[in-house]
């Protein structure tokens, strides 16, 4: 878009610059590697079944959507000096 790095950070009252500055450069990177190379095929009528251009903008909006709750995740780690993601392999607590 239009605005400026620092801009996204004030628009979204995030800390600071960083955060956007990341996203765009993990978007440019996952959009140079996603293969926009579609076969043109004739689309079957209605059958229910998604094609694969669908597939492909759910599973782009899946990992934006991931690497976001990532990232948040990360700043309230290091806002609230905890960790807040279960280790693997961590035994429940028994009561």
Known sequence: GKLS????????????????????????????????????????????????????DELFQANLKITALEMLIKKAEELHGADFVKKSGAKSSKK
Do not use: C, H, I
């Open 5 to 56: 790095y620092s801009q996204l950070a004030q628009k979204y009252n995030l800390p600071g610059e960083a955060t956007p500055r990341y996203f765009m450069k993990w978007y440019q990177q996952w959009e140079n590697n996603l293969e926009l190379e579609v076969s043109q095929t004739v689309e079957p009528e209605d059958t229910g079944v998604k094609n694969e251009q669908d597939l492909r």
